[in-house]
């Protein structure tokens, strides 16, 4: 079973971290995974970054910029995580936007995934549409699943022909933003995730967008199955390197 | 061969809709109405009396006699330099805040390179009492000052775009941005034929009455409705959109798109998306692009703002690769020289992005009796600094 599908049965809320390969540092992906797998994180997002990140705010396009300076493409991010799976077992998605992977070719792109056991994708740009056109059958082949996100404007309709066509979890961007823009939740956060939990969607939904302490961690996952954190993790290597990763844990949960 | 767009948004391979689900609901909106609103009788009579009224159309189609002379073949300048705000561009704002409108939508956002579409948004934005934000690159606001005080007169935000190369692709993303953040009452006018479907087709469409003018026109002066050649600069590609609509499907008509080859196509410095780029996706659209092997976007180069652009639009894509379209470039110093001869033997001082049209007599020799028209997309007011330095006037 995909590793994602196994950690959506457990019995617990979920806390998944994003974070930008290539940044602070070049090579510390490999230890940006171990230490938060360490500190007890379910699932990471490791970023793959672009140079032009549309749906992200500055937190995030500025640690991409510096993570392409720094020199990561995607040939060296596949070398960084070759052996990844001799030690780390929690669920490892891909998230990053369409064009480097259409670059690299989305056959082989998803070969290389299933090769070192890459569970998920996100391509936020990548549209339902021509996914299940183009490019379906071939995430299938390499047991990869595709997240979609839906946002507070995502009609009902629409919400419905996501969920059937996940099979991991659907992202809640919580509110109409980009990344990291927002600071806590009002009530029309609130009003959207209870209308989403209403809606008995066959897929658990993961919030992401705006999630940066235990407060909102709290609120996040009162009617979901979990949340994602990922500018306020940045924010948090920048201030503090990436040596420090268990005390931005223990503050979320 | 077709050169329509297709139900899903595309050109051949190229368009369609990359976007984020933050903006489906959005440009799903547009893409189910825009055609049908264009078509309403009211919507098209206050569209055609703004043309006329407002911005002061047709714009004429002027016999270029001495330059006629000097390339000894027979010139038509097609003068969207002087509709009001000095360029194309207005033809554009001027649809897209009717359909704001009719959208029901209050607040108009737009990104802009040379300033002329911000300023030709700013202007529409007051004339319908709309709030109005413009992004502009930081690098581009201080290469063309005169643009951005017009922008800051007409009431409009003009917020510097700090990231990346600090140009026109870089305006487009905060543009792009701002639309996530503010999904309810916020129409984005983009500003040449790119971006996702059904932005390409509607600025085209809206852009089309540049040939739809240039038939009737050239059927007075020289009694037939097509010329030999229509020829136009590649931004994004609206102006040359709008130049080649009507003639697409007219084979005897040959398609001239000229791009900007900054200091040369391979010296690393240049905006020559047809000669530089690969297939790829920019700003929601399918199309060439400029772009590392690893599949990063390229930062172009252009003594142009207007032509400061990475990829191109997807028709444009899919006339080059097809073969219907002939595609050259012109160096910076090839349109200045175009610019200034334009100046001398006219009397009409050219935007620099016309300028890089103008050029194709250094690439391109015509027949005596061809009847070659070119898209004289804008005024060259707002580059008169850039002239006075380039030439030590
Ligand atoms: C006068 C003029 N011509 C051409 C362009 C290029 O845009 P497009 O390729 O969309 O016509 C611009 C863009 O700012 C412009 O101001």
């Given at each position: 079973?995909?590793?994602?599908?196994?950690?959506?049965?457990?019995?617990?809320?979920?806390?998944?971290?994003?974070?930008?390969?290539?940044?602070?540092?070049?090579?510390?992906?490999?230890?940006?995974?171990?230490?938060?797998?360490?500190?007890?994180?379910?699932?990471?997002?490791?970023?793959?970054?672009?140079?032009?990140?549309?749906?992200?705010?500055?937190?995030?396009?500025?640690?991409?910029?510096?993570?392409?300076?720094?020199?990561?493409?995607?040939?060296?991010?596949?070398?960084?995580?070759?052996?990844?799976?001799?030690?780390?077992?929690?669920?490892?998605?891909?998230?990053?936007?369409?064009?480097?992977?259409?670059?690299?070719?989305?056959?082989?792109?998803?070969?290389?995934?299933?090769?070192?056991?890459?569970?998920?994708?996100?391509?936020?740009?990548?549209?339902?549409?021509?996914?299940?056109?183009?490019?379906?059958?071939?995430?299938?082949?390499?047991?990869?699943?595709?997240?979609?996100?839906?946002?507070?404007?995502?009609?009902?309709?629409?919400?419905?022909?996501?969920?059937?066509?996940?099979?991991?979890?659907?992202?809640?961007?919580?509110?109409?933003?980009?990344?990291?823009?927002?600071?806590?939740?009002?009530?029309?956060?609130?009003?959207?995730?209870?209308?989403?939990?209403?809606?008995?969607?066959?897929?658990?939904?993961?919030?992401?967008?705006?999630?940066?302490?235990?407060?909102?961690?709290?609120?996040?996952?009162?009617?979901?199955?979990?949340?994602?954190?990922?500018?306020?993790?940045?924010?948090?290597?920048?201030?503090?390197?990436?040596?420090?990763?268990?005390?931005?844990?223990?503050?979320?949960? | 061969?077709?050169?329509?767009?297709?139900?899903?948004?595309?050109?051949?391979?190229?368009?369609?809709?990359?976007?984020?689900?933050?903006?489906?609901?959005?440009?799903?909106?547009?893409?189910?109405?825009?055609?049908?609103?264009?078509?309403?009788?009211?919507?098209?009579?206050?569209?055609?009396?703004?043309?006329?009224?407002?911005?002061?159309?047709?714009?004429?189609?002027?016999?270029?006699?001495?330059?006629?002379?000097?390339?000894?073949?027979?010139?038509?300048?097609?003068?969207?330099?002087?509709?009001?705000?000095?360029?194309?561009?207005?033809?554009?704002?001027?649809?897209q805040i009717l359909m704001a409108k009719k959208l029901g939508k209050q607040r108009i956002?737009?990104?802009?390179?040379?300033?002329?579409?911000?300023?030709?948004?700013?202007?529409v934005?007051?004339?319908m009492?709309m709030?109005?934000?413009?992004?502009?690159?930081?690098?581009?606001?201080?290469?063309?000052?005169?643009?951005?005080?017009?922008?800051?007169?007409?009431?409009?935000?003009?917020?510097?775009?700090?990231?990346?190369?600090?140009?026109?692709?870089?305006?487009?993303?905060?543009?792009?941005?701002?639309?996530?953040?503010?999904?309810?009452?916020t129409h984005y006018i983009?500003?040449?034929?790119?971006?996702?479907?059904?932005?390409?087709?509607?600025?085209?469409?809206?852009?089309?009455?540049?040939?739809?003018?240039?038939?009737?026109?050239?059927?007075?002066?020289?009694?037939?409705?097509?010329?030999?050649?229509?020829?136009?600069?590649?931004?994004?590609?609206?102006?040359?959109?709008?130049?080649?609509?009507?003639?697409?499907?007219?084979?005897?008509?040959?398609?001239?798109?000229?791009?900007?080859?900054?200091?040369?196509?391979?010296?690393?410095?240049?905006?020559?998306?047809?000669?530089?780029?690969?297939?790829?996706?920019?700003?929601?659209?399918?199309?060439?692009?400029?772009?590392?092997?690893?599949?990063?976007?390229?930062?172009?180069?252009?003594?142009?703002?207007?032509?400061?652009?990475?990829?191109?639009?997807?028709?444009?894509?899919?006339?080059?690769?097809?073969?219907?379209?002939?595609?050259?470039?012109?160096?910076?110093?090839?349109?200045?020289?175009?610019?200034?001869?334009?100046?001398?033997?006219?009397?009409?001082?050219?935007?620099?992005?016309?300028?890089?049209?103008?050029?194709?007599?250094?690439?391109?020799?015509?027949?005596?009796?061809?009847?070659?028209?070119?898209?004289?997309?804008?005024?060259?007011?707002?580059?008169?600094?850039?002239?006075?330095?380039?030439?030590?006037?």
């Amino acid at each position: 079973m995909n590793r994602i599908n196994q950690k959506m049965q457990e019995d617990k809320k979920l806390l998944s971290l994003y974070f930008t390969a290539g940044y602070p540092e070049l090579n510390n992906t490999v230890k940006i995974i171990k230490d938060l797998e360490a500190s007890g994180i379910d699932m990471i997002e490791i970023g793959l970054p672009f140079s032009d990140p549309l749906a992200d705010g500055p937190t995030i396009q500025n640690s991409s910029t510096i993570a392409l300076k720094n020199g990561m493409t995607t040939k060296l991010l596949f070398e960084q995580l070759k052996d990844i799976r001799k030690t780390v077992s929690i669920p490892l998605i891909i998230m990053g936007y369409f064009n480097p992977m259409l670059q690299y070719g989305v056959e082989a792109f998803c070969a290389k995934c299933a090769e070192i056991g890459i569970d998920g994708l996100i391509m936020p740009d990548l549209p339902l549409a021509v996914y299940q056109d183009e490019y379906e059958a071939i995430f299938k082949k390499h047991n990869l699943k595709n997240i979609f996100l839906i946002t507070p404007q995502t009609s009902d309709e629409r919400i419905k022909e996501i969920d059937n066509a996940s099979d991991a979890f659907i992202y809640m961007v919580s509110s109409a933003s980009v990344t990291g823009s927002k600071t806590g939740f009002g009530q029309e956060q609130t009003d959207y995730f209870e209308r989403i939990a209403s809606m008995n969607l066959k897929n658990p939904q993961i919030i992401g967008f705006g999630i940066n302490n235990n407060e909102t961690y709290t609120q996040a996952t009162k009617e979901t199955k979990g949340a994602i954190i990922g500018s306020a993790f940045i924010k948090h290597l920048t201030e503090n390197g990436a040596d420090t990763i268990s005390d931005f844990v223990q503050k979320i949960r | 061969m077709n050169y329509n767009v297709t139900e899903k948004g595309y050109y051949g391979t190229f368009g369609g809709a990359y976007i984020p689900e933050m903006l489906y609901p959005n440009v799903e909106n547009l893409r189910k109405n825009y055609l049908k609103v264009m078509a309403e009788p009211d919507f098209k009579a206050e569209f055609d009396q703004l043309l006329k009224d407002y911005v002061g159309r047709p714009s004429p189609l002027y016999f270029a006699k001495r330059l006629s002379e000097k390339y000894n073949t027979k010139v038509y300048l097609k003068r969207e330099d002087l509709n009001h705000t000095g360029a194309h561009k207005v033809n554009n704002t001027i649809g897209q805040i009717l359909m704001a409108k009719k959208l029901g939508k209050q607040r108009i956002i737009a990104e802009t390179g040379a300033g002329q579409h911000g300023v030709a948004t700013a202007t529409v934005c007051a004339l319908m009492g709309m709030d109005c934000v413009v992004y502009m690159g930081e690098i581009d606001i201080a290469r063309q000052a005169p643009n951005v005080a017009r922008m800051k007169m007409l009431g409009a935000e003009v917020r510097p775009a700090l990231s990346g190369s600090k140009t026109l692709k870089d305006a487009t993303n905060e543009a792009i941005r701002d639309w996530i953040n503010n999904p309810v009452d916020t129409h984005y006018i983009i500003g040449s034929a790119i971006g996702p479907h059904p932005y390409p087709d509607m600025v085209t469409r809206f852009q089309s009455i540049i040939s739809e003018e240039i038939k009737w026109q050239l059927k007075e002066k020289e009694g037939r409705e097509n010329p030999d050649y229509v020829v136009a600069c590649i931004g994004g590609g609206s102006n040359a959109a709008g130049t080649y609509y009507h003639f697409l499907h007219e084979e005897e008509v040959g398609i001239i798109a000229v791009e900007a080859a900054g200091k040369g196509i391979n010296s690393g410095e240049s905006a020559a998306t047809s000669a530089l780029g690969k297939e790829g996706v920019i700003h929601g659209c399918k199309t060439l692009l400029m772009q590392t092997n690893d599949g990063q976007i390229t930062e172009p180069y252009s003594i142009s703002a207007g032509l400061d652009y990475p990829g191109v639009g997807p028709l444009h894509a899919h006339l080059y690769k097809s073969g219907r379209g002939e595609f050259y470039s012109a160096t910076d110093d090839e349109a200045m020289q175009s610019g200034l001869e334009l100046t001398k033997l006219e009397g009409i001082i050219p935007a620099i992005e016309s300028s890089h049209a103008l050029a194709i007599f250094k690439h391109k020799t015509f027949k005596p009796d061809d009847v070659v028209v070119i898209s004289l997309s804008g005024r060259g007011d707002k580059d008169l600094d850039n002239y006075i330095k380039y030439f030590n006037l």
